[in-house]
Each structure stands twice: as structure tokens, then as C-alpha cells.
């Protein structure tokens, strides 16, 4: 069974930074695509991030130049830095791994906050 572990979140002050890490485990394969959506209070979820197999990205246009997406393949672990932090950045992030189907983390609550 699929199973995803996120790390990292937390209360973090406007401008500073966190690293959210996800490690996947359960699967033979390593996964096509891993990424991270989130979830604000009230709002629908959204993609943050993406990185392919290869190592391609794919970011929100609202985010690029601040949060940097990138994965281990030998040990199916995603990272996503994100840099001078705003408390509209505050959610719930949920890290995902594409395999035959989508499969989710428990999610890792981000608070930007003074």
C-alpha cells in the first residue's frame, strides 16, 4: 500500500522560510509525477508544484521565483522550499504521487504569521 509522509510545516513569521519534505513508500515503481497541493480555509485546493520522473516543474504563476519543487528518485522523496513566505501562503499542504492513481499525504498545516 502507497503510503506518504509529510514533514516540515509549521508556524513561520512573513518573510521567512520552510522546507516541506514527502517520502513515499509502498510502491515498486517510482512514481511519474510528485507535487504538492494546498488548501486555504474556505477555498478549493490548488496546485503549488510539480516535478516529473525526468525532473521537470511545474509551478502556480502566483509562486514562481519564491517556492523551488525538487525530488530524490532513489528514495521517492519530494522537497518544496519556500522562500519570503506571505500569510497568504497559510494552508493546509498536501504532498501527491501519481502512480496507476493519485495518491495523497495527510497533509502538513503552513502558518504565516507575525
Known amino acids: 500500500q502507497v503510503r506518504l509522509v509529510e514533514s516540515g510545516g509549521g508556524l513561520v513569521q512573513p518573510g521567512g522560510s520552510l522546507r516541506l519534505s514527502c517520502a513515499a513508500s509502498g510502491s515498486r515503481f517510482s512514481a511519474n509525477v510528485m507535487g504538492w497541493y494546498r488548501q486555504a480555509p474556505g477555498a478549493q485546493r490548488e496546485l503549488v508544484a510539480s516535478?516529473?520522473?525526468?525532473?521537470?516543474?511545474n509551478y502556480a504563476d502566483s509562486l514562481k521565483g519564491r517556492f523551488t519543487i525538487s525530488r530524490d528518485n532513489a528514495t521517492n522523496t519530494v522537497y518544496l522550499q519556500m522562500n519570503s513566505l506571505k500569510p497568504k501562503n497559510t494552508a493546509v499542504y498536501y504532498c501527491?504521487?501519481?502512480?496507476?492513481?493519485?495518491?495523497w499525504g495527510q497533509g502538513t498545516q503552513v502558518t504565516v504569521s507575525s
Open positions: 501527491y504521487t501519481l502512480l496507476s492513481k493519485i495518491y
Open positions: 516535478v516529473s520522473t525526468g525532473g521537470s516543474t
